[in-house]
């Protein structure tokens, strides 16, 4: 049996028990709010799963030696870096899913009352969860020594963010058109545009 053997694998835990209630209280919250229109799609669920075994990877490091094989070493200057990084995923993650409210969904889809949110965290970029997601992932591998926990979520959340944020904005276009279509005007995707 393996334990946590660095302050960086506990800043890692932290961070995610954090993000987890985070999640969970928004979660909650959403449960009622009925869909009108859902966008699924195979690849969308298989990247999402990968993704979410991606993010639970780092478990099997912590806690036992199945990953062993993998492991590297990193400056400890990194590991600092990597904190900071984490912090902001997670503020983000907070005040994204704070302003997208019961409009916040998984898979892709329309709520009863969907609103169009875009003050707040969304002034300035249309992803900020995403972003959030990003960072999550980076600070990941900057915070644990194995090359698979560390960068698997990463490998997986790229490629997850390029086919499925087109698709959200088609969505999202089709539903409140000229309203989205000003806000893409306005805004940045993944980065944000604070100048027009
Ligand atoms: N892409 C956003 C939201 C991710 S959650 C972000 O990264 O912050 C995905 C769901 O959010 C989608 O199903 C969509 O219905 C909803 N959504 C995305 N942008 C929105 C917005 N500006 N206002 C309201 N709902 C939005």
Redesign the pocket.
Known sequence: MRVIDSIFEAVFLMGFIIGFVIRKIYTVRCRNSKAIRK?KSVVDIILLSAAGIGMILPFFFMFTTLLDFADYHLPGWLGWIGTAIFAMALLLLWR?HAD?GR?????????HE?????NG??RH?????????LLWAIAQGLLLENWLAGWAFLVVFVPLYLI??PK?EQ??LE??DEQ?RQ?ITRTGG?IPRFWK
């Open positions: 966008y994204s997208l409009n916040w969904s998984a898979i892709l889809q329309i709520r969907h609103s169009l949110i875009t965290i969304y970029i249309r992803h900020p969860m995403y972003a959030a997601h499925r944020a959200e969505m999202m539903q409140f989205y806000y993944i």
